[in-house]
C-alpha cells in the first residue's frame, strides 16, 4: 500500500517547540534543583496551562 504524505507542518513540531520554550522559561526560573524539575514536568503539559487560562480570560470557567 502506499503511503499518504502530508503537506502541511507536523502538530509534534508545534509542540515541540513549544516544549523546548516552555522548558527554558520554567526552568529559568526555578531557584534550587527540584524547582527545576517541577518546572520540567510543567513544560510537558504546557498545553494544559495556555487552555486553563484562555478558558478564564473568555469567562467559560
Request: glycine share 14%; hydrophobic share 55%.
Given at each position: ?15 515541540g ?28 503539559v ?16
Amino acid at each position: 500500500m502506499k503511503k499518504r504524505v502530508r503537506e502541511s507542518a507536523s502538530p509534534g513540531a508545534v509542540y515541540g517547540f513549544g516544549l523546548i520554550g516552555a522548558a527554558i522559561y520554567f526552568i529559568s526560573q526555578a531557584t534550587g534543583f527540584w524547582t527545576g524539575v517541577l518546572g520540567f514536568l510543567k513544560a510537558l503539559v504546557w498545553p494544559v496551562f495556555l487552555v486553563y487560562d484562555a478558558f478564564k480570560f473568555l469567562g467559560l470557567q
